[in-house]
């Protein structure tokens, strides 16, 4: 069988996705992983055809408007505002990527699209290719349940009603933020008539239900009794990269040089000003007294200049990093909660936005 998977974001949006391919290349399937083009190297490295996606709306991350954005858009408001303030910079953008996906799938010839939320025209380009589509979430975000609320609204203890009422909302708001664009893109691009107002991100457009999977463990985030049976709680999609992976010798000389240093990382979060965020990393480790180890990543910690106790490195695979380090603290992404829970590490999270307030609470509620 040939899978199409359809993702978008940063890299804790895509390797999930590179390891589910992976997994089902290993099976005996035929993997194309369609994303944004500065992917396409670390896609490649692991054996996986790659479909081209423009990297310009990620690129837009990475700007002091991005940046500003996503700082500002902690909860349901943050998101309302962050959707604001970007809009006229992001249509264009999300347009490129519809098209992109498309000219891509219809390379790939796929019998299955496998998509992330964020790349929002799957279930419509399996529409149009006949085609089945599974929905593949990282986190708890669409399906309704009775048992806690969406995860960018209050964890109000206001009983079931609530907590579907929290995913009516945010399926509305998802619809009101790129229904217009879906439906342009169904009927001018690829010729599918318009979808029903009532239709949403959880169903086809004949009413039947998107298969789901969320690639999480039920032991983080438990899988609630009340949801269908067409929704399912895998367990995390790791990519083992640690047996093939040799470090500098400059991060190997910094490690057996003294105690195992504290990881600080933040993914592509730094904030509006990186260079600040440093320095309250660099003065919080100096006060602890313990050793550090910076990584910077993409678009995130201004890390030059640095005391010879706190070494930086632009990234390094959790598997074999957080296995030498003492703790973990980090912006809260699904991925690095996920790896510092598996390397039975402390974990502190410093969220800035979307899922990672959630996460940050599932790990307290662990006691971990």
């Not at 991005?66 to 943050?78: D, H, L, P, Q, Y």
């Not at 995860?151 to 109000?156: L, R, T």
């Not at 260079?275 to 006060?287: N, P």
Request: charged letters at 15%.
């Amino acid at each position: 069988m040939r899978v199409f998977i359809l993702t978008f974001g940063s890299r804790g949006d895509v390797q999930p996705y590179v390891a589910l391919g992976k997994g089902l290349q290993a099976a005996g399937h035929a993997v194309t992983v369609c994303t944004s083009a500065s992917f396409e190297p670390f896609i490649a490295a692991h054996g996986l055809a790659y479909g081209y996606m423009s990297d310009d709306l990620l690129k837009l991350i990475d700007t002091d408007a991005g940046r500003e954005a996503m700082e500002n858009s902690t909860g349901v408001v943050g998101w309302a505002k962050t959707a604001v303030s970007l809009a006229q910079q992001v249509k264009p953008l999300q347009h490129q990527m519809l098209h992109d996906s498309w000219h891509a799938a219809q390379a790939a010839q796929p019998d299955l699209i496998i998509y992330h939320p964020k790349a929002f025209g799957g279930a419509h380009i399996a529409e149009k290719l006949g085609i089945p589509a599974m929905l593949a979430i990282p986190l708890p975000v669409f399906v309704p349940t009775g048992e806690f609320p969406n995860i960018v609204f209050p964890n109000w203890k206001l009983g079931s009603g609530y907590n579907r009422l929290t995913y009516t909302l945010a399926l509305k708001g998802a619809r009101a933020q790129y229904g217009k664009l879906v439906q342009a893109f169904r009927q001018e691009t690829l010729g599918l008539l318009p979808q029903p107002r009532t239709a949403d991100e959880l169903h086809f457009t004949n009413g039947d239900p998107i298969p789901v999977l969320h690639g999480y463990s039920r032991h983080v985030a438990p899988h609630p009794a009340d949801w269908p049976s067409h929704v399912h709680t895998t367990g995390y999609w790791f990519l083992d990269q640690a047996t093939d992976w040799q470090p500098p010798a400059d991060l190997q000389a910094f490690l057996d040089a003294g105690e195992p240093p504290v990881y600080v990382g933040f993914g592509s979060m730094a904030g509006r000003n990186p260079a600040k965020v440093t320095q309250i990393v660099v003065a919080a480790l100096q006060k602890a007294g313990v050793r550090g180890l910076i990584a910077t990543g993409w678009g995130g910690l201004d890390a030059s200049d640095l005391p010879e106790t706190i070494f930086r490195i632009e990234q390094a695979p959790h598997d074999w990093l957080f296995e030498r380090i003492t703790a973990v603290i980090h912006h809260g992404g699904a991925g690095t909660t996920a790896a510092g829970l598996r390397a039975g590490k402390p974990t502190v999270i410093c969220p800035f936005f979307g899922d990672q307030p959630f996460w940050g609470q599932r790990v307290a509620a662990l006691g971990a």
